[in-house]
Nanobody, 123 residues
Framework: QVQLVESGGGLVQAGGSLRLSCAAS????????MGWFRQAPGKERELVATISWSGSVTYYADSVKGRFTVSRDGAKSTGYLEMNSLKPEGTAVYYC????????????????WGQGTQVTVSS
């Protein structure tokens, strides 16, 4: 029913910035909460940020708070993750997802997810 495609990943030096995009098909995008997750090799998947369907409520992991900003554009059916002051430990595949609520996304419960985009932070 819904397809998600992440883009914007790549190689960046420590301290640099990247803006990830998550393009969603279908009108259901505007009615669902969105979450960003990342997974590094040999590491457990971890939550990065979530945003409510209205965009008014956001959540950030302690590891990225103050450096990352999550947003969404309902008119374009696209979500964004602005990543600043990137650190080598931020190297991972980043995934966007849609769920019924931000609380469910924080619990790892989602309805759709994308293919992911690789982010590599060099030192």
């Amino acid at each position: 029913q819904v397809q998600l495609v992440e883009s914007g990943g790549g190689l960046v030096q420590a301290g640099g910035s990247l803006r990830l995009s998550c393009a969603a098909s279908g009108r259901s995008f505007s009615t669902r909460a969105m979450g960003w997750f990342r997974q590094a090799p040999g590491k457990e998947r971890e939550l990065v940020a979530t945003i409510s369907w209205s965009g008014s409520v956001t959540y950030y992991a302690d590891s990225v708070k103050g450096r990352f900003t999550v947003s969404r554009d309902g008119a374009k059916s696209t979500g964004y993750l602005e990543m600043n002051s990137l650190k080598p430990e931020g190297t991972a595949v980043y995934y966007c997802s849609l769920g019924q609520s931000t609380s469910r996304l924080r619990n790892g419960q989602f309805d759709y997810w994308g293919q992911g985009t690789q982010v590599t932070v060099s030192s």
